[in-house]
């Protein structure tokens, strides 16, 4: 197993007359842990499907490290895929469906057994290398599929939704030990998912797509904290939006706008804007913080507003508000305040059906979108 990059430059594809693949540039570092997050029909699996090879693009080139693997057949690429179904053989034990392209390769029994041992020990299933796939749980059977995409080491593999068939835990679990398996063999990994959760917690970086299109493309950090569009800030985690109109610039990186419901709200620029410009500013529902009494001698980094809460929702480690302002239903803002040991100097007493305050640090308000 080598270490190779994907490289793919201005690739298209049509069905039916309808364009599903735009112009689509990637490159996909050696070793890295790379997600391709997008919603339901945006291309993700189309995307794939092209790398594997089952699929021809209308335009565009693949590279897998130097070499132009775009017309290859998918037997003679060093790629191998894991699909959302396991796919195993029902009659082979775990061990024979783990060996089985290495004898479809008339490789010694020897050579076998030491190959198939190491990634059972790898999967962890070493104790039921002799079981059928019906006597696994789900979980156990996706790893069989992991090892037995595995056992032909190759260069890339692709993993298209492993783990949508699986309960939340299952999933939870199968997430780490698929790092830890990216880990310990070090190729690369291309992973979609439309969760963001699971995206967001496992890759190196993460290309969001939506239309056919590559949104945006980095670390899950910069893709949560710097959301390059209001698509990719409204599909990763939870948002609240702000729109106005740019009354003040006050700094470099601090402007105000006005919104006759809002008043006047302090945002932070990452780019230019000028008075007039129509824009939307972002908030993330974690950087609110909600209070029952009426901040007093607030920094002046700080946005506040009168708000009334409609709904509390505890969910264990957060509890989350729902708060109208000015009393309009159409003017909603999340607010999560998580429940961590420094809760004490908080206002926990704020409940459903009353006046509260919400305040955040113009440097959690960004600018996702200028008219
Ligand atoms: N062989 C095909 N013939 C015609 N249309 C297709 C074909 N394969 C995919 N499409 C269409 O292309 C679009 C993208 O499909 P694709 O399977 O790539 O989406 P996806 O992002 O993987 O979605 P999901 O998250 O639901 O799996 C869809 O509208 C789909 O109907
Ligand atoms: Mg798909």
New binding site residues.
Partial sequence: MEKKGIYIKNLS?T??G?K??KNIDLSIEPGEFFSIL????????????ILAGF?EPDSGVVYLGDRDITNLPPNLRPINTIF?KYALFPHLTVFENIAFSLRLKKESEEYIKEEVTKLLKMIDLEAHANKKPNQLSGGQQQRVSIARALINKPDVLLL??PLSALDAKLRQNLLIELDNIHDEIGITFIF?T?DQQEALSISDRIAI?NH?NVLQVGTPAEVYESPADMFVADFIGENNFIEGEVTKINSDTCATLKNPNFGEILFEMDRNVKVGDKVIVSVRPEKIKVTKKKPENLNWKYNSLKVYVDEVIYTGFQSKYFAWVNGDKNLLIKAFKQHDIFFEDDDTDVSWDEEAFISWNFEDSYLVEVK
């Fill in positions: 594809k069905f039916d309808v599903i693949l997008g919603p339901s029909g945006c291309g993700k699996t189309t995307l794939l499907r699929t959302q298209d939704e979609i439309h797509m056919g």
